[in-house]
């Protein structure tokens, strides 16, 4: 379904150097799929040596969804390109969302094939789209006849009323919520899914009365019965009989999930007194300046401020704060023994990052991968996320584009980082993953909600002639990866569940729960009517929307119990099944450098970084594997998959430290200093002469 829109030859595709004129000549073509440059001499742009190629996308290809900013080189100097324009550049430099940087000269291209190219581009990835126009349906309507594989061989979509059973059967949450189907055909709101869970003494006639608003949504139940929940807070009126109404409802739904002394609930605020949108959106805008890099001069020239920089972004300490807030709600499903219910406007963004960190910490099952995407798929795609406005694919609003998803990635990241044993997925995974954002051939990331995502595929409408499209599902890696790839998505460090005595497995979780919650929860008044009465106002005046000048949340009562559960858990060895909090002191929440990093050859070390270290490993690994095989006198094939992901790292002696995506990328000659200490050293000549005296510093 990819047609060609425009296209211009002798364009030169420069080495980012010292903004040198040094390439490769070849074609650039944008389809309404991607801008690809095709090179004259193919053999230098692909390298049979890459290890880890994408089959749907090329090195030299970016989907028009990836495209972040266009500038244009007018007489040396960089501007950025909109609309129409009356001059164009002699050079065009596109910065990309997965922070790659392309550099075209057009000097040597034919100026009507140069306009052509560039009005092309500026357009078909900077002007406002319709959802009908994406590229997406023209594959899905291409690729009709081919059978995809079933989803639900990679994750549990939930969407179907059993999916539901099946995780409130496996969370042993079927006692106390249920799976309800009073929204089947999105008739009582478009904005939640078909299917969905809630407390069952909620009666079902109290959903539709503020259109899903003011519901509290199951999320994940605890070991010990307690629940993860989520609400949407109720429109702002101003009417006091309106309000009147609201607080009336609240207060009896409130009582479903409040029932001193048996179950007490704590509210989350999370629009009022945690993140808000606008921090994300200009953390991250100044963080990736730091990786978008246009050539080795700019690089060297920020190095010495890099770190700096790199702290006024604050998206470190965003992730550092979601962590944090991660962690204190498991404090109080775990010590306290309270049900936790987390408010926002519509539940659908910083609900999903906190309840996913949430059981991603607390749940081994979602440390699989299997389990993973099934989470994603629960909290993020079937949860409402508006993936479509938040990644802005159609282009109607800047204001709308929030990494929020990306940050979540980014926090799981820093977990995989510190505790690697206990997830059966790679850092690598999370990179591709976050990738596929922009890749307009599955459906996952491209809707706002499952209710839009079925409305535009056809699976409403009962008087359609045609049958829906079937869209790939993101989750089928076998779509861009070839098999060899794929296993440098599984961690070969991950440690499988030990098989204990389930009795022994019991005494060890209440042991654990005991000495955490008894201290804490007898400081907590007694649950008397009074103290009922003061929590139901309080939830009613957050979702209200009516602003309190002091939360419960923000007492110095939780920072001790924080402090306590976060001190006793960091004092005992980690249980890679079991509840895995990450360190979040200053210097242990660091840069994720396979993914900001990969593209910038200065910041590789040769030979070097976990990866020289990872390979080590799974070399023994196999050779234990090859004795092991040896006495049983037989092979299975999960091993030799094993095996080819130690082969895979071994192929090169001198891997890039961020690899797969690095592997041969050029290496600077330039030293590690800024351009200002170069002089001091003396020239370049005189440094490749001395090169040799250089110690080994990849251990430092």
Known sequence: GEQLLCEASTVLKCVQEDSCQRGIYGRLVCTDFKIAFLGDDESALDNDETQFKNKVIGENDITLHCVDQIYGVFDEKKKTLFGQLKKYPEKLIIHCKDLRVFHFCLRYTKEEEVKRIVSGIIHHTQAPKLLKRLFLFSYATAAQNHTATDPKNHAVMFDTLQDWCWELERTKGN???????????????????????????????????????????????????CALLKMSALPKEQDDGV?????????????????????????????SNFLSLQEIQTAYSKFKQLFLIDNSTEFWDTDIKWFSLLESSSWLDIIRR???????????????????????ENASDLCCLVSSLVQVMM??????????????????????????DRCNHLRQSDKEEVPVFLLFLDCVWQLVHQHPPAFEFTETYLTVLSDSLY?????????NSPHQKDTNM????????????????????????????????????YVEKPKLDKGQRKGTHFKHQRQLSLPLTQSKSSPKRGFFREETDHLIKNLLGKRISKLINSSEELQDNFREFY???????????????PHIEGPEIKVWAQRYLRWIPEAQILGGGRVATLSKLLETMEEVQRLQEKIEERHHSQEALQAEAASLLRTSARLSSLFPFALLQRHSSKPVLPTSGWKALGDEEDLAKREDEFVDLGDV
């Open 243 to 271: 309000l009147q109404i609201q607080k009336n409802f609240l207060d009896g739904i409130y009582k479903t999930i409040h029932r001193p002394p048996y179950e007490i609930v704590k509210t989350e605020d999370l629009s």
């Open 439 to 447: 890749i307009p051939i599955f459906s996952t990331f491209f809707f």
């Open 175 to 225: 006692m106390k919520y249920k799976a309800v189907s009073v929204n089947e055909g999105y008739k009582v709101c478009e904005r939640l899914p078909a299917y969905f869970v809630v407390p069952t003494p909620l009666p079902e006639e109290d959903v539709p009365r503020f259109h899903g608003h003011g519901i509290p949504i199951w999320c994940w139940s605890c070991h010990s019965g």
């Open 363 to 388: 749940d081994p099952h979602c440390r699989t991968r299997f389990g993973f995407q099934s989470l994603v798929q629960k909290e993020w795609i079937v949860g409402g996320h508006c993936f479509l």
């Open 322 to 344: 979601c962590l944090k807030k991660a962690i204190e709600i498991i404090e109080c499903l775990e010590a306290q023994n309270m049900n936790v219910l987390l408010l926002e």
């Open 458 to 493: 056809g699976r409403e409408g009962q008087g359609a002639q045609s049958k829906p499209l079937n869209l790939l599902t993101v989750w089928d890696w076998s779509v861009q990866f070839e098999p060899k790839a794929q296993t440098l998505l599984k961690n070969p460090l």
């Open 567 to 581: 001190d006793s858990w960091r004092s005992k060895p980690p249980n890679y099944h079991g509840l895995l909090l």
